[in-house]
């Protein structure tokens, strides 16, 4: 039967071949080296000796980081192809906060090898969904060599907390840093939902002066603000009754527009002495609640103190912090255990929070207000963090939060893995096996993935100035031999059993990655045409 | 002597034989652009925003490519249009009705190259269209008395449609997902109570559906986060004072309490207010405005949830699913409808806290949430969890099925070359025509798969002489194979749609001999007039008014 005639171009060639035509080639092309190019920028920031980038950005803030989501989030790219991998950093750091640099060289690595599969004329949706296996393939190796671990089992928190700080600036605190992201982690995880961790029940409080060393896990609410000194005020109230007020305490203002006419002097005074009372009015009935200790919020509408009301409340021995933020309101309140007070006709001691000490702490050249000892206490936690500059304070904040990351991926999926390069290259080992028994296309690329992983070592191996080459092969032979958890230990500059180092990382952070970064991979490759629409 | 000029300086005219070459590539042009991404292995485009932030949207969605593209040429937006019309009407099957269309018109070129009047090919393909359904309607399954079939057909129908999205591989679990979403509605098409809520983290496997409904917003401090048998009143109300509207009023006072006083007055008025919301006997009230501190702290104290500043879409759609009314005076309690719910409680999904309100009066709605890795995901597979949907909701009313994979074209081509056999004259060349745009559809199937298409089309055919054959094209293994067995289905109405616009798309444009382009609008035309004034004053001369518009 003869073909039907119809234009398009002729294919003669067999099966799962890939005709097409020269642009849309070029597109593919155009986006897998745009990706690499972004892949390449944070690959040696890989692992414990990986370096640091300097950001520079347009306000002409300067940012030191090794963090890839951060390093990533500043470089503004315009390619659409690299766009989607500075997404995919952000993916991993939402998915599971660590690892955001692992995941984009992993990405750049399997476009490598697809670019090498693509001109061999294999057609890009066949490696999309061998890929997609291989990922699946790679999560179940990756799930049979992870080790269970228990909460109560503080120590493997620790070593994991401390595997992902290890790579950062704040390195050498890691044994600072490690128990503490576990203990805060560990004090806000609810017995009813052991799954779930908020991180928004830690609040990282970062103040410059002091060193990393400084760092302090605070029981109880740290504020950066400075407790009110007009007037001689309390600075430290000992067995405080606190509340959150809402209202303002100043003169009287109304919605609709005000005036107040005054007709002679004496009027003035009178008026003057109004204000006064009135004021004095408020403050005695917080006053008669055995309140001591007020978290004002911040107004827009008016001022929410005065100088005045600032006197008085000093005058009744009551402590004020003052320009509290709305968005602060709820943790506070939960925290303290009290409810806010939104008009001082609900003034109630039972809306009140009880705390042992509340007071103000000079630290470098500022003060921070500290309230500990809280009564029924809620499950928050406060991280007090240091730093002897702006640039180490930031990057401990973002070293913090990575290890809390790495803890809260332990609470919800308790396995652990070990780190150094051995996941990947056991992967790429196991893979490998496998991709001998599959058939046709399939085994070609998942030979491919396989080979892909093995990145991960070689740049942990290269950024440590040792010969990848020399540490890869070797690593190969540990791992044929049945040496599942050899890795390299970058410190001594050898091949060790990481696991026996205490070098290991939540599972969950291995296996978001490998997910994700397939899934990224898989839709670059689908993509055959850019089109610039409005 | 002709005329020289009908028509204004800017406009422009194209006839006869160069208008019909500017229509035919316009259009060929759109179909080639989306051509690419028919069929399971179809490819995705990346669309590149020109505006501010230059966005980058990933897709495969044929009506979402079109919807956004720069369009000059007229018959190119006709396209667009009914790939419009086919995403409102039947939700699925918006590329293949360009493809169709645009296969239409390259073979009605070569008929017109070869001197055919346009109208005799516009005569030859409304046979060949009417002919086509008449096979399809002679073809079509119909499961509605099977209850249990109906289910299987639906699920192989929404897996068909997924395969070709970015779903594909976690097809199983997103067709149950629909199909479980559609059959809650019980018939209606109204896709207002399945609600799609996207968050970022996880993998798409991780999206699950909800029996009620969900709303994206936080409970206010200090109030109760879990209530039973709610009583919920939607409310679009200021809270805060209520103030006299009028411009420049003011109070004028000589003392410090009277502004106490007025101050009272006011948070008096709130408390009223609040007073009166609470009278309804309501333990749940959401408001579309911010509800501030103060009432805030009211109710918690009345143990009453309250939620600010939803969102319009939330609210009405909160108000329909909980059989309440928007409310937005509270004098009398009586004539206010309450929603109502079984339980209101928080839950988290990822990072987020989110409210979920369950046991709902209207037991249609649902809430789909799906979990991606990042927003170029959620926001493609929203997409195609939307087709999906559409299809399924279009095949519970009418209930007829076809198989997919380029069946349904071999047998439309089929009866149409059969018909073409028997018509006599120059129609019968046309009717021809239609049966190889047909074939068209399983070609580029094939082709956009890496198959080699020549071959597979061709053993398709020397299948499908056989009476009641049901091959199709297998793109996973490259090869024919059994449609049933494979359980490819799509839904009758979606082929229907796509047959008979795209039929009436080439139709259109065939029937076109000249294209005139009006002059644009002269936009600069003031600015200009108040230059020519600015330089007559220069120039010192008397002045003209030029402004004559």
């Not at chain 2, 309607?137 to 449609?161: G, P, W």
């Not at chain 2, 006072?253 to 007025?262: E, H, N, R, T, Y």
């Not at chain 2, 799906?370 to 087709?387: I, Y």
Request: include cysteine.
């Amino acid at each position: 039967m003869a073909a039907p005639a119809i234009s398009m171009p002729s294919s003669s060639s067999k099966t799962e071949s890939y005709v097409d035509n020269k642009r849309k080639e070029d597109i593919r092309q155009a986006n897998i080296v745009a990706a690499r190019a972004v892949a390449d920028a944070v690959r040696t920031s890989l692992g414990p000796k990986g370096m640091d980038k300097m950001i520079s950005t347009a306000n002409g803030e300067v940012i030191i980081t090794n963090d890839g989501a951060t390093i990533l989030n500043k470089m503004e790219v315009l390619q659409p192809a690299a766009k989607m991998l500075v997404e995919l950093s952000k993916s991993q750091d939402a998915a599971a906060g660590d690892g955001t640099t692992t995941v984009v060289v992993i990405a750049g690595a399997l476009l490598k090898q697809c670019m090498s599969l693509l001109s061999a004329g294999i057609h890009p949706t066949v490696i999309s969904d061998s890929l997609h296996k291989a990922a699946n393939k790679a999560i179940d190796v990756l799930t049979a060599m992870a080790v269970p671990v228990e909460l109560s089992d503080r120590e493997s928190l620790i070593k994991s907390a401390s595997t992902s700080l290890n790579s950062k600036v704040v390195s050498q605190y890691s044994t600072l840093l490690a128990p503490m992201a576990v203990d805060a982690v560990l004090s806000v995880v609810d017995p009813s939902k052991p799954d779930l961790v908020d991180l928004r029940d830690i609040k990282i409080v970062k103040k410059l002066g002091g060193t990393v060393d400084d760092t302090e896990l605070v029981k109880g609410l740290v504020f950066d603000k400075k407790v009110s000194h007009a007037a001689g005020g309390p600075t430290r109230v000992e067995n405080a009754k606190i509340a959150v007020i809402q209202f303002q305490i100043s003169p009287p203002k109304t919605d609709i527009e005000q005036s107040i006419v005054v007709s002679d002097y004496t009027q003035m005074d009178r008026i003057l002495k109004e204000e006064r009372n009135y004021i004095l009015g408020m403050i005695k009935k917080i006053r008669a609640t055995g309140c001591n200790v007020l978290l004002i919020q911040k107004s827009i509408l008016r001022d929410a103190v005065t100088d005045l009301s600032l006197h008085y409340l000093a005058k009744a021995k009551i402590l004020v912090v003052k320009d509290v933020e709305r968005d602060d309101i709820e943790f506070i309140t939960s925290t303290l255990n009290c409810l806010p007070i939104a008009n001082i006709e609900h003034f109630r001691a039972e809306k009140l929070g009880h705390a042992d000490l509340v007071e103000e702490v000079s630290l470098g050249d500022g003060k921070i207000v500290k309230i500990t000892g809280i009564k029924d206490m809620g499950r928050t936690t406060n991280v007090l963090v240091r730093g002897s500059n702006q640039l180490v304070l930031d990057e401990a904040e973002r070293s913090l939060h990575d290890a809390l990351c790495v803890v809260r991926c332990l609470v919800s999926k308790r396995f652990l893995v070990a780190g150094g390069g051995a996941p990947e290259i056991e992967l790429s080992r196991q893979l490998g096996a496998w991709a001998k028994v599959l058939h046709g296309m399939e085994g070609y690329c998942v030979k491919s993935f396989a080979e892909a992983l093995e990145v991960i070592p070689y740049t942990l191996a290269e950024n440590a100035g040792l010969n990848p080459i020399a540490i890869v092969t070797e690593l190969r032979n540990r791992h044929a031999q049945g040496e599942v958890n050899a890795g390299i230990n970058v410190r001594k500059g050898q091949i060790t059993n990481i696991l026996e180092e205490n070098v290991v990382q939540p599972l969950l952070v291995s296996t978001s990655a490998i997910t994700l970064a397939t899934e990224c991979v898989r839709m670059i490759l689908k993509i055959d045409d850019i089109v610039t629409v409005r | 002597m002709a005329i020289e000029r009908i028509f204004k300086d800017e406009a422009s005219e194209e006839k006869g034989e160069r208008a019909r070459m500017a229509s035919f590539v316009g259009a060929m042009a759109i179909a080639d652009l989306v051509k690419t991404t028919l069929g399971p292995k179809g490819m995705d485009k990346i669309l590149q925003s020109t505006g501010r932030g230059r966005e980058v949207t990933v897709t495969n969605d044929g009506a979402t490519i079109l919807k956004s593209l720069h369009i000059d040429n007229a018959a190119a937006k006709v396209l667009v249009d009914i790939s419009k019309v086919q995403d409102d009407e039947v939700g699925d099957g918006t590329t293949s009705v360009v493809v169709l269309a645009g296969e239409l018109l390259r073979e009605a070129e070569k008929l017109v190259a070869a001197k055919i009047h346009p109208m005799t090919i516009i005569s030859g393909y409304r046979m060949a269209a009417e002919c086509a359904r008449h096979a399809l309607l002679q073809k079509v399954v119909d499961n509605k008395e099977d209850a249990e079939k109906f289910r299987s057909d639906l699920m192989r129908i929404a897996m068909t449609t997924l395969s070709s999205k970015i779903l594909c591989q976690d097809k199983d679990h997103f067709a149950k997902l629909a199909v479980d979403a559609v059959m809650r509605l019980k018939g209606s098409t109204n896709l207002e109570s399945i609600q799609i809520i996207k968050k970022p983290g996880g993998s798409l496997k991780d999206s699950f559906l909800d029996e009620g409904f969900i709303l994206d917003k936080k409970i206010g401090i200090g109030q109760p986060k879990r209530i039973e048998n709610a009583n919920i009143l939607v409310a679009n109300t200021a809270m805060d004072t209520d103030k006299v509207k009028i411009y420049g009023a003011r109070v004028r006072v000589d003392s410090m309490s009277k502004v106490a006083q007025i101050e009272g007055a006011e948070k008096e008025k709130m408390r009223e207010k609040v007073q009166k919301i609470i009278a309804h006997g309501i333990n749940c009230f959401v408001n579309r405005q911010l509800i501030y501190n103060f009432p805030e702290e009211l109710f918690a104290d009345a143990g009453i949830l309250a939620i600010e500043h939803a969102d319009f879409d939330g609210i009405e759609r909160l108000a329909l699913v909980t059989g309440g009314e928007i409310a937005s005076t509270f004098d009398n309690p009586e004539t206010v409808k309450l929603g109502h719910c079984k339980l209101i409680e928080e839950i988290m999904i990822g990072e987020d806290k989110l409210i979920r309100f369950s046991g709902v009066e209207m037991g249609q709605a649902c809430t789909i949430v799906l979990r991606g890795a990042s927003h170029h995901v959620l926001d493609e597979a929203e997409r195609s969890l939307h087709d999906a949907l559409c299809v399924l909701s279009q095949t519970v009313n009418d209930s007829r099925v076809l198989f997919g994979g380029g069946w349904p074209e071999m047998i439309m081509a089929k009866e149409v070359d059969e018909l073409a056999r028997k018509t006599p004259g120059k129609k019968s060349h046309a009717i021809e025509a239609f049966s190889r745009a047909l074939l068209a559809i399983p070609t580029i199937i094939a082709d956009n798969a890496g198959l080699d298409s020549a071959e597979l089309v061709a053993q398709l055919r020397a299948e499908h002489h056989k009476e009641g054959c049901n091959a199709g094209i297998d793109v996973i293994s490259g090869s024919v194979g059994d449609m049933a067995e494979l359980g490819i289905s799509e839904a009758f109405k979606v082929k229907q749609a796509v047959l008979l616009s795209a039929t009436e798309a080439a139709e259109m444009i065939l029937r076109v001999d000249e294209i005139i382009t009006c002059a644009p609008r002269q936009r600069e035309n003031r600015i200009h007039a108040w230059k020519m004034i600015c330089t007559s004053f220069h120039q010192g001369g008397n002045f003209v008014p030029i402004l004559t518009s």
